[in-house]
C-alpha cells in the first residue's frame, strides 16, 4: 500500500485494476446516449454520387455568363432518379434537391435566379459549381467515421445510419456500487433524531456515476459495523463491476472501511496529495475494484472528478474530447486570490464566467469541506499546483464542471 500520493500517481495505480465491461449489438434506434465500443467504418460514400444541393436546373457553367441566357428544357430529375438524361451545350435540365447531376452539367443555377418561359428558363443570376454535392466529398466508403469510445448522439447515430448500420456495438454500462457508511446518517424524509444528519452523498455519487455513462447500484446505508459492512461489501462484489463507499476512510477510530480493507481487502493506496480530499483509498474486495471516499460532501466530490472520473474513462477507452466527460480543463483568470496548500494540488471552488472576452473566475471565501452549497454556488475548481497560491490576475488551470 502507497500512502499520500499525487493524483496522476492515484491513476497510475488504479488504472492497473481497471472497470471491467462487456459489449453488445443493439439497434441504433435504442443507442441513444450510450457509448461506442468498437469503431465504423463506412460502408458508402456520402454522397454516393454527385447530387444538386438546390432546386434548379443542371446546366453548363459557359452557357451562362451572359445575363439573360435562354436555355431549352431538355428533362427533369428528382431524388431517386437513377439515369438523368445528359446535359448538351444549350440545354438545361430541371432538377430538384438530392437529384444525381446529369452528365455534362457541372453547375446549379437555383430557381429564384431564373424565369420559366414554356420549354425554355430564362438564366437571370449566376451557374454554382459548388451548388454541386460531389460523390465521397463528406466521407469514402473503408473510411472511419465514428472513433471508438464516443458518446453517441443524435448526429452520431444519424451518421451511423448513414454509413449503412441498423445495429452498432455499445458498451454495456458497467454496474458500480454506490454505499453510504455512519451511524448518523438518515435517509432524507425520515425524522432526524439528534446527532443525525440528512444523507446526501450518495444522491450525489449516483449523478455523477450516471453522468460518466456507468449504471449506479445504491445500497443501503450501512451502520458503523464490520459485520455488516463485510456483508455489503460481499453482495456488491458479486453484483457490481466496482464498489465505491462514501465515509469511513480517515484515521479515526470509527473508520471502520479503512480498518476492514486494511484486514481483509487489498489497499493499493491511502491518501492523495490533494485539498480538500484528502483520505480516500483504491484496492480491491473480492477482486473487485475499490474507492473508498471521503465523508464530508465537498471532498466526496471532488475525490471524484479528480480521480474517479477519468479511472472510469481510461478503463473503458472513452473518447478523450467525445466520450463522457463531467469537467472541461480550462485556464481562468483570478478576480480574487486562491490560497495553495503545502505539497497538495489545492482545487478550491470557484465560480467560472466570461468577462470582456477572458474566462474569469471569483472564489468565494467559504471553502469547507462539508459546504456543499459551494458546490451548488460554484461551476469550477481550481488546480493550484502544490506550494502554489493563486493571486489576483494569475492564469490558472481549473476544470469547468458540466
Known amino acids: 500500500m502507497e500512502v499520500g500520493v499525487s493524483i496522476a500517481r492515484a491513476l497510475e495505480i488504479s488504472i492497473f485494476n481497471p472497470i471491467k465491461f462487456t459489449i453488445e449489438n443493439i439497434s441504433i434506434n435504442e443507442a441513444h446516449g450510450r457509448i461506442l465500443a468498437q469503431s465504423l467504418i463506412s460502408k458508402v460514400d456520402d454522397p454516393r ?8 436546373w443542371a446546366v453548363i457553367e459557359s452557357d451562362c455568363i451572359h445575363p439573360e441566357t435562354k436555355l431549352f428544357i431538355s428533362s427533369s430529375t428528382q431524388a431517386g432518379t437513377s439515369s438523368p438524361i445528359p446535359v448538351v451545350s444549350g440545354n438545361a435540365c430541371q432538377i430538384m434537391t438530392g437529384a444525381p447531376i446529369p452528365d455534362g452539367a457541372n453547375a446549379i443555377v437555383m430557381v429564384e435566379d431564373s424565369k420559366r ?27 472511419i467515421g465514428l472513433e471508438s469510445g464516443v458518446q453517441l448522439g443524435p448526429s452520431q447515430l ?3 445510419a448513414m454509413m449503412g448500420y441498423s ?11 454506490i454505499i453510504g457508511t455512519g ?30 455513462g456507468c449504471q449506479p447500484v445504491k445500497y443501503p446505508f450501512v451502520n458503523d459495523d464490520v459485520d455488516m459492512l463485510r456483508e455489503i461489501f460481499d453482495i ?33 493506496f491511502w491518501k492523495v496529495l490533494v485539498k480538500p480530499g484528502g483520505p480516500p483509498l483504491f484496492g480491491t474486495w473480492k477482486e473487485t475494484p475499490f474507492f473508498g471516499l471521503p465523508g464530508n460532501p465537498v471532498s466526496s466530490q471532488v475525490i471524484f472528478l479528480s480521480i474517479v472520473a477519468p479511472w472510469i474513462s481510461n478503463s473503458c477507452n472513452f473518447h478523450e474530447t467525445l466520450g463522457p466527460n463531467i469537467y472541461q480543463k480550462v485556464r481562468v ?31 468565494p471565501i467559504n471553502q469547507g469541506s462539508g459546504n456543499l452549497r459551494s458546490l451548488v454556488d460554484c461551476n469550477g475548481l481550481t488546480l493550484l499546483q502544490p506550494d502554489t497560491n493563486g493571486n489576483v490576475g494569475d492564469v490558472v488551470d481549473a476544470l469547468w464542471l458540466k
Open 333 to 363: 483568470k483570478l478576480l480574487n486570490p486562491a490560497v495553495g496548500t503545502k505539497h497538495k494540488i489545492t482545487m478550491r471552488r470557484i465560480h467560472i464566467y466570461f468577462l470582456d472576452n477572458d474566462l474569469v473566475a471569483e472564489v
Open 117 to 143: 418561359d414554356g420549354n425554355h428558363v430564362i438564366i437571370n443570376g449566376p451557374a454554382r459549381s459548388n451548388y454541386i454535392r460531389k460523390k465521397g466529398e463528406n466521407i469514402i466508403a473503408g473510411e
Open 236 to 268: 456488491a462484489s458479486v453484483e457490481c463491476d466496482a464498489i465505491i463507499t462514501s465515509g469511513g476512510v480517515s484515521m479515526g477510530e470509527w473508520d471502520l472501511v479503512r480498518r476492514l480493507m486494511e484486514e481483509e481487502g487489498d489497499i493499493k
Open 158 to 160: 444519424a451518421l451511423a
Open 49 to 56: 454520387f454527385d447530387n444538386s444541393a438546390m432546386d434548379g
Open 167 to 177: 445495429e452498432i456495438p455499445v458498451i454495456i454500462p458497467p454496474k458500480i456500487a
Open 183 to 212: 451511524d448518523e446518517l438518515v435517509k432524507p424524509g425520515n425524522k432526524l433524531e439528534p446527532g443525525q444528519i440528512f444523507e446526501s452523498n450518495t444522491t450525489a455519487l449516483v449523478g455523477l456515476v450516471t453522468n460518466m
